[in-house]
């Protein structure tokens, strides 16, 4: 059974820098896309950044430039480097995949609260 277990959220002023990490155990992490999604409260989940195992990225136009998604197949993790932080990317973060098996197996992590404010 897969397991992701983001880290790295905290408080940081605006204009700031935090790196989030998702560690993955029980999946050939190698093998799969990973992402990075987010909710802010009262808002739905958003897609924020994506990986292919190949490692070609893509990004939501909101965090292009100042976001970049990472892996590291030796270690399973992933990461989001969050540069010059917004007031508006104050959310929960969360790590995701998808697996194909013998059906869609979807995969969270239970989340990282980044607060951006003075």
């Known amino acids: 059974q897969g397991q992701l277990v983001e880290s790295g959220g905290g408080l940081v002023q605006p204009g700031g820098s935090l790196r989030l990490s998702c560690a993955t155990s029980g999946i050939t992490f190698s093998m799969y896309a990973m992402a990075w999604y987010r909710q802010a409260p009262g808002k739905q989940r958003e897609l924020v950044a994506t990986?292919?195992?190949?490692?070609?990225?893509n990004y939501a136009d909101s965090v292009k430039d100042r976001f970049t998604i990472s892996r590291d197949n030796g270690k399973n993790t992933v990461y989001l480097q969050m540069n010059s932080l917004k007031s508006e990317d104050t959310a929960v973060y969360y790590c995701?995949?998808?697996?194909?098996?013998?059906?869609?197996?979807?995969?969270w992590g239970q989340g990282t609260q980044v607060t951006v404010s003075s």
């Open positions: 995701h995949t998808e697996i194909v098996l013998d059906r869609l197996y979807t995969y």
């Open positions: 990986i292919t195992r190949g490692g070609s990225t």
